[in-house]
């Protein structure tokens, strides 16, 4: 006898993710499991293995509003979805210069990343009016802090005009864990000093 499949916290999130085009797979095919997600939860992948292998997004949670889970199943989302993605892949072959490229300590991909991220959080692409490029990021340094080595660039002032309702100067930032696991974030979590 066989547990029924159920959906977890990340896959909850997963959906959270799907609506802001993180990830690079349509919804009717899973993503694979990242290898961070696998050694932070290597308990997750057996619980997903029937949506996986049967090639369906995963069901609704308990946890997880209905109507979203319904909305991501629809014709139109999927299609936005898609064209997310292909924006994205586009924009991922774009090789943007700036000066702080290379200088990071951070890999390449995780350099060329970060004005992606900040025009994806902001709802810009390369072809918005006036985007966020990576020359207008500057890039601040790394630091030692309690949660481990965060790497700081200030977004420019010109961002406030596409959404960013932070009071004062806004971050991203390239947070490594002490378990080596990066995460990207914005706002306006400073530099320490």
Known sequence: MSAPSRTTLP??????????????????DP???????????????????????AGQPPTSAGNEDPALAAHMQTPEFRREY?????????????????????????????ERSVPRYVRMELGQSLASADPVLAEDLQYIGHFAE????????RIPDKAHAHGDTHAGPAYVYIRKDTAGVFYTDWGNRTPPG
């Open 11 to 28: 896959v909850a999130l997963t959906a959270c993710t799907l609506l802001a085009g993180c990830l690079q797979q349509p919804p009717d």
């Open 31 to 53: 993503p694979p499991p990242t290898p961070q997600a696998q050694e932070a939860a290597p308990a997750m992948a057996p619980a997903m293995a029937p949506a996986a292998a």
């Open 82 to 110: 898609r064209t997310k993605q292909e924006q994205l892949q586009t924009e991922a072959e774009v090789q943007e210069n700036a000066p702080w490229l290379g200088s990071t300590g951070l890999t390449e991909a995780q």
């Open 146 to 153: 309690l949660d481990g080595t965060v790497y700081y660039w």
